[in-house]
């Protein structure tokens, strides 16, 4: 089936510790993302890549970062520099359309807990 | 059926009622909305999208309402379901490259039968 896995489901960390979040997706999108939600709050950007070995800071990227170095994979670490991680953390990918945007589908999401 | 004005963030009604919820986009040049369905625990799902060129458009229950002179956005679902129960987001982006979807502030569904 083709879509947008997230790994792991359920995260723990702590504090101090750097953690990587997988997002892999087999879509052949070439647009990937990362949002964070907090409880009752809307996504918000924290870094997105339109294509492999290039990507670009969202709102929110203090205390993370990416890497892009394949098509099908766009993986987050949360670096001790954040300083409140805890969160649920949602991959998305998309087409970057030619005559204009295109929905992006979104993983299940990571629900990262610090600890 | 219940309406909301500019973005609440709750609404509750009754099965077999109609829903509508807005929401008031943030930049101009954007071109291309989204909403978005999201159930507790898991990722949104894509419910309808609209271009800049188009007032409204429907879809099986679901009407996406655009007025660029206000720049709302709403979203209409017919005869709800307690399964439309979730937290409904709206999107919206500019045909420019190396742009992603800025997201609202999401509204929660609540329907009771």
């Known amino acids: 089936d083709g879509g947008i896995t997230q790994s792991p489901k359920y995260l723990f960390r702590k504090e101090g510790q750097n953690v990587t979040l997988s997002c892999e997706q087999n879509?052949?999108?070439?647009?990937m993302y990362w949002y964070r939600q907090d409880p009752g709050q809307g996504l918000r950007l924290i870094y997105y890549?339109?294509?492999?070995?290039?990507?670009q800071k969202g709102d929110i990227a203090e205390g993370y970062s990416v890497s892009r170095e394949k098509k099908e994979s766009f993986p987050l670490t949360v670096t001790s520099a954040q300083k409140n991680p805890t969160a649920f953390y949602l991959c998305?990918?998309?087409?970057?359309?030619?005559?204009?945007?295109?929905?992006?589908?979104f993983g299940q999401g990571t629900r990262l807990t610090v600890v | 059926g219940e309406s909301v004005g500019l973005h609440l963030p709750t609404l509750s009604v009754q099965e077999g009622d109609n829903s509508i919820i807005n929401c008031a986009y943030s930049?101009?040049?954007?071109?291309?909305f989204i909403w978005y369905k999201q159930e507790s625990g898991k990722g949104p799902q894509f419910i309808i999208d609209?271009?800049?060129?188009?007032d409204k458009r429907q879809g099986q229950r679901v009407t996406v309402l655009l007025n660029k002179t206000v720049k709302h956005l709403s979203l209409q679902i017919a005869a709800t379901q307690p399964g439309d129960s979730a937290v409904y987001f709206c999107?919206?982006?500019?045909?420019?490259?190396?742009?992603?979807?800025?997201f609202g502030k999401g509204t929660t569904l609540s329907v009771s039968s």
């Open positions: 998305a990918s998309s087409i970057p359309g030619a005559g204009g945007n295109t929905e992006a589908f």
């Open positions: 879509l052949n999108h070439d647009a």
């Open positions: 890549s339109q294509i492999v070995n290039d990507f």
């Open positions: 930049n101009s040049a954007s071109d291309y």
């Open positions: 609209i271009r800049s060129n188009m």
């Open positions: 999107a919206e982006n500019y045909n420019q490259a190396g742009t992603a979807l800025i």
